[in-house]
């Protein structure tokens, strides 16, 4: 029952932003905290940032602290990441992350960066 849906990927140049969302159902969302994972061709994949359930406390990978923020609307069953001043390296698919005694997975929305 539970879906998680990733949107708003896309290709932008090196400097700009990108807002993603995750769409949540079959959970009552508020209870969980979140995360965002991303993964590049050919590399592992690697956890980006996380919030809890009321959005109080966030944890951001170093790579992007200071350039991502995450955030959640738990009357939308939805959460963010707000991505500013993109680079090249964050070029990835990006996942949305759930564990609710097994762990569950968007299907991923894909981040080009590149000039």
């Known amino acids: 029952q539970v879906q998680l849906v990733e949107s708003g990927g896309g290709l932008v140049q090196p400097g700009g932003s990108l807002r993603l969302s995750c769409a949540a159902s079959g959970l009552t969302f508020s209870n969980y905290a979140m995360s965002w994972y991303r993964q590049a061709p050919g590399k592992e994949r690697d956890l980006v940032a996380t919030i809890s359930r009321s959005g109080g406390n966030t944890n951001y990978d170093d790579s992007v602290k200071g350039r991502f923020t995450i955030s959640r609307d738990n009357a939308k069953n939805t959460m963010y990441l707000q991505m500013n001043s993109l680079k090249p390296e964050d070029t990835a698919v990006y996942y949305c992350?759930?564990?609710?005694?097994?762990?569950?997975w968007g299907q991923g929305t894909q981040v080009t960066v590149s000039s």
């Open positions: 992350y759930v564990q609710i005694i097994r762990a569950y």
